[in-house]
């Protein structure tokens, strides 16, 4: 069964770096989206992606955050300059039809820590 | 404000006792409902979601407007069911945006 995979499973890197956490939507689909949980709280939307555009982001989603599907099979989120706060587990969805009426795949996270 | 409620962290049962996982919810608008389950060292998955009105691995839930609640149950838990089980609130159709509840863990017991 085809799986939205995430790499790397975990990325440790120093306050002010830019990182980027990819991710392998299913191929079929057609809409994107980032998700964030930081360590003992709730899983928290950050965007969604449709059409090479951003359908809706959160107000966590600022200027720090960007979002890029560079080749047709990637889905990126980058993080410009990191914070702190930004160390939770990232979570990348992807579903094959309107979120109305379809599933969202969850791949299986990115860990990152900022230090 | 839009937002999901779920009140208990943890639910101990025994094997074969009846669960009910609680969720509340806050929206203005028609509310999509779904639970999420996500087994030990796996990664989230839909588990079922209030318009298919279906049972999944034994589970029910109703989403009862009135009460703004969408609690999950089963009859009989089982020891596979272990998990931590998640309520999310679909708020826009176009986008897809979730919101989650805190998430309820689920121990069941031999």
């Known amino acids: 069964e085809p799986e939205v995979t995430q790499t790397p499973s975990h990325q440790v890197t120093q306050m002010g770096q830019e990182v980027i956490l990819r991710c392998v939507p299913i191929s079929n689909h057609l809409y994107f989206y980032w998700y964030r949980q930081i360590l003992g709280q709730k899983v928290e939307f950050l965007v969604s992606f449709y059409n090479n555009e951003i359908s809706e982001k959160s107000e966590i989603f600022d200027d720090q955050f960007s979002v890029e599907r560079p080749d047709g099979s990637n889905f990126t989120l980058k993080i410009r300059s990191t914070k702190l706060e930004d160390s939770a587990m990232y979570f990348c969805?992807?579903?094959?039809?309107?979120?109305?009426?379809?599933?969202?795949?969850f791949g299986p996270g990115t860990r990152l820590t900022v230090l | 404000a839009q937002r999901v409620t779920q009140p208990e962290k943890l639910l101990s049962v025994f094997k074969g006792a009846p669960v009910e996982l609680k969720c509340n919810y806050s929206y203005s608008g028609s509310p999509e409902l779904f639970w999420y389950v996500q087994y030990s060292r796996q990664r989230l998955q839909l588990l079922l979601r209030?318009?298919s009105r279906e049972s999944i691995k034994g589970f029910t839930a109703d989403l009862n407007k009135g009460e703004t609640s969408f609690h999950l149950k089963k009859p009989f838990a089982q020891e596979e069911d272990s998990a931590m089980y998640y309520c999310?609130?679909?708020?826009?159709?176009?986008?897809?945006?979730?919101?989650f509840g805190q998430g309820t863990t689920l121990q069941v017991k031999p």
């Open positions: 999310a609130l679909g708020v826009s159709s176009n986008t897809g945006k979730l919101i």
């Open positions: 969805a992807s579903s094959d039809g309107p979120p109305s009426t379809d599933t969202q795949y």
């Open positions: 209030h318009i």
